[in-house]
């Protein structure tokens, strides 16, 4: 598997968990999805800084170096949320077609064992994420996903992989994984919603669902994203806090 996570020092104006910052989260990812029984797995990671100062630069090369991980950091100056997407998207259409990729941004929490959860959500899915999305549960009405009615349920199907249960689901944000054979088919329509500065995310998935390309999400949630307001539900996670389980992985400020 290649994991592109993309991180720049410029983000849109949202809230975080307290500490969720980029420097925690990144650490996260490293210890509950890098790691499997104490030990480095056989992935890539390729960190992708954008627009970051040499600061940035330096202390995440040196997170890296630190992390004993296969991988590489890459700098690049999109500037915008969809210009490092197109980066990293290129970068994932020169592999082979039968490569797993996961697509990371520099807000999102995993719980242990996301990286098996995600792999077994690939062998039944086209495009998998591990972040449950609260919007799947809210009415478009009441500021949710607009395929979801007044019964705030969506329409789908259930079913159970050796580590967990899963739903088919409409939509994710690009925190997702696929195959690059499968990215490649559907390249055209990646492209026309990443044109400008900012990914419509949504209107990729719908457009992929009438393509016939189907999206899973495993239940309870095996990652979240961490603004608050739109953080993945916890019942069945074991947790009782975002916020004091990042707390809890706390390593560094940055």
């Not at 559907?186 to 500065?197: A, I, M, P």
């Amino acid at each position: 598997m290649k994991i592109f996570y993309r991180l720049s020092d410029g983000s849109y104006k949202k809230e975080r968990f307290e500490n969720a910052t980029k420097g925690n989260c990144f650490l996260n990812f490293i210890n509950n999805f890098m790691y499997e029984h104490g030990r480095s797995s056989e992935d890539e990671l390729i960190l992708v800084l954008d627009n970051v100062k040499d600061e940035t630069f330096d202390q995440y090369s040196l997170l890296m170096k630190e992390a004993h991980i296969d991988g590489r950091v890459e700098r690049t100056h999109g500037g915008s949320s969809a210009a490092g997407f197109r980066i990293v998207f290129n970068m994932a259409l020169e592999l082979n077609d039968d490569e797993v990729i996961y697509f990371m941004e520099d807000d999102y929490c995993h719980l242990p064992n996301s990286r098996q959860v995600l792999l077994e959500g690939l062998e039944r899915s086209h495009y998998c994420c591990l972040y449950t999305h609260p919007d799947k549960f809210i009415p478009g009405s009441h500021g949710g996903n607009p395929l979801i009615g007044e019964d705030g349920a969506e329409e789908t199907k259930v079913f159970v992989t050796q580590s967990s249960y899963w739903m088919l689901t409409n939509s994710t944000t690009m925190t997702c994984a696929t195959r690059v054979g499968i990215l490649r088919e559907d390249q055209d329509v990646w492209k026309k919603y990443t044109e400008g500065d900012y990914p419509h995310d949504m209107q990729i998935f719908f457009e992929l669902r009438n393509k016939g390309r189907t999206l899973v999400q495993p239940i309870p949630t095996k990652a979240t994203h961490c603004e608050p307001r739109w953080s993945a539900h916890l019942f069945g996670t074991g947790i009782t806090s975002w916020d004091e389980f990042l707390n809890q992985n706390k390593r560094v400020d940055i």
